[in-house]
């Protein structure tokens, strides 16, 4: 059934419809909570977040709106929200993994450092550009895509992407020149 | 076509020293559970509010035919209810049978030739 038709069953309260739209879109809606987030725990509130406030609002979509975009637009706003009120926990994040993936001590060591440079160069875009290179390099997500989910022109987003992507370069140069 | 190539390194880069999304740490049933329990009053809100509205509608349609039921009952009893005793009765041909005739009034009625008829015979009967 397409999610259109499960909008209007949730329009009229129908649980088994919400609870179908959920399961279609929720790891999804996770993967780009934690891209923006960085915290499991923060991303799986995130996405509760979302999905509720999509309920809400959920006469706004119109008959001709498409759920995917407009639900995953309420995801990013909401991690987004989130990170300003509580800034990012992922020191956490990258202790874990470097504990998890058994490395050696140098190669741990470079690893955390590289994280940490791109971390840095990351924090350091405006927040729309670092959402868009997160969407894009990350999610592997199209700018047409982006562009309904953020809603900017295609043409707006990869200026914005390329834009990222300079800065990006410019900050970790000194590292890709040793790697 | 270098800074294609510079594009994909810098893909490469973030992909290889940004964590991946943990999903298979998540507990997809429980973040399922989690999100439909707290949609579970707005669900209901709707589902109350979708069947007041039917109800209200109803209600307002339930209405309608009463009072329409109601006049066609009246205007059932005015046509087939006897007349009452005393008074003549006329059919739809007597109706309009007399509107005929009233229409040929002036015809029937007595003319002016009939009123100077009437008044020589007068005056030759008192002759």
Known sequence: ?179 | MHEHHDDDALRALLQSATPAPPVDDVDWQRLHARITAGATPLLRARTQSWWGLVASWSGRAGSAAAAAAAALLLLLSQVSRPAPAGNEFFTVEEVLAEAMLAEAGPILAPTNDDMVEALLLEGSESQ
């Not at chain 1, 490395?103 to 450092?113: G, K, V």
């Not at chain 1, 940490?116 to 924090?123: G, I, K, T, V, Y």
């Not at chain 1, 927040?127 to 390099?137: C, M, N, P, S």
């Open chain 1, 1 to 179: 059934m397409q999610d259109a038709l499960l909008v209007g069953r949730v329009l009229r309260g129908d649980a088994e419809a919400y609870g179908e739209l959920v399961s279609r879109h929720m790891r999804q809606a996770f993967a780009i909570a934690y891209r923006i987030l960085e915290h499991r725990e923060d991303a799986e509130d995130a996405v509760q977040d979302a999905f509720i406030r999509a309920l809400e609002r959920i006469d706004q979509l119109g008959p001709g709106g498409r759920f995917r975009p407009w639900m995953l637009r309420i995801v990013v706003n909401t991690a987004l929200n989130s990170r300003r009120r509580r800034g990012v926990r992922r020191t956490e994040a990258v202790l874990d993994t470097m504990a998890a993936d058994g490395s050696l001590p140098d190669e741990a060591a470079e690893r955390a450092d590289l994280r940490a440079r791109l971390s840095a160069a990351l924090d350091a875009l405006p927040e729309k550009q670092r959402t868009i290179v997160q969407l894009a390099d990350l999610e592997h997500m199209r700018s047409a895509e982006i562009g309904e989910i953020l809603e900017l022109s295609d043409g707006t987003v990869r200026w914005h992407l390329h834009e990222a992507r300079r800065a990006l370069r410019q900050a970790l140069s000194p590292v890709r020149e040793d790697t």
